[in-house]
């Protein structure tokens, strides 16, 4: 799987537009990108899955640029449940590859 | 989407015994599952992949005859942890592989917290 790199955590207000980066300098044409959200003591939720310009779904929205070597997850009008750790993975064939995960970006909305 | 169990949800047990967590994919077969170990404040770490009818792939430095994996049918696999020691404490997750309707990703389960006393 590409190395992926994201900031450690982020802060945000309820009610604001959250967008968190993720640069994977390394990917490859095959590979996808799919966002990971993690709560504390459960596993992670997958969020969105993408592979160029955008894509977007109740929950949020993946913005890949044209040279696809970073992408961006939105996350419309956060509330305090959003509270998690969100992790960007990169890959080709995400059923049957061994995911490795990063540090992912910790995201803490305040009231 | 696809839903993945795991039981028991916490467990504490005392230094030396072995403790059996079972991950359960209920609405697909699942041919592959994988095994996550996580520490507090950290990721998570790949232990090991399960095949249904086969043995398990282990990651590096895990060892084989302490985390005994079994994967007997399309939607159980079970990771038992044998003499099990504090230093084995932590957050077991697992997820399955569902490969059906056009997808083809990893659902993970809720997670399984083991406190060795």
């Known amino acids: 799987l590409a190395k992926t790199t994201q900031p450690i955590s982020m802060d945000s207000y309820e009610g604001q537009e959250v967008n968190i980066t993720c640069s994977h300098n390394n990917i490859a044409t095959n590979d996808y990108i799919t966002w990971y959200q993690q709560f504390p003591s459960q596993g992670p939720r997958f969020i969105i899955q993408?592979?160029?310009t955008k894509v977007t779904n109740e929950v949020a929205s993946l913005f890949i640029p044209a040279d696809r070597k970073s992408s961006t997850l939105s996350l419309p009008r956060v509330s305090l449940s959003d509270t998690a750790v969100y992790y960007c993975?990169?890959?080709?064939?995400?059923?049957?590859?061994?995911?490795?995960f990063g540090t992912g970006t910790r995201l803490t909305i305040i009231p | 989407g696809a839903v993945v169990s795991q039981h028991p949800s916490w467990v504490i047990c005392k230094s030396g015994t072995s403790v059996k967590i079972e991950c359960r994919s209920l609405?697909?077969?699942?041919?592959?599952m994988f095994w996550y170990r996580q520490f507090p404040k950290q990721s998570l770490m790949l232990m090991a992949t399960s095949n249904e009818g086969s043995k398990a792939t282990y990651e590096q430095g895990v060892e084989k005859d302490k985390f005994l994996i079994n994967h007997a049918s399309l939607t159980l696999s079970t990771l038992t942890v044998t003499s099990a020691h504090p230093e084995d404490s932590s957050f077991y997750i697992c997820?399955?592989?569902?490969?059906?309707?056009?997808?083809?990703?990893?659902?993970f389960g809720p997670g399984t917290r083991l406190t060795v006393l």
């Open positions: 993975l990169v890959g080709a064939d995400f059923g049957n590859e061994k995911l490795t």
């Open positions: 993408g592979y160029k």
């Open positions: 609405d697909f077969q699942a041919t592959t």
């Open positions: 997820s399955a592989r569902d490969q059906g309707q056009g997808t083809d990703t990893q659902y």
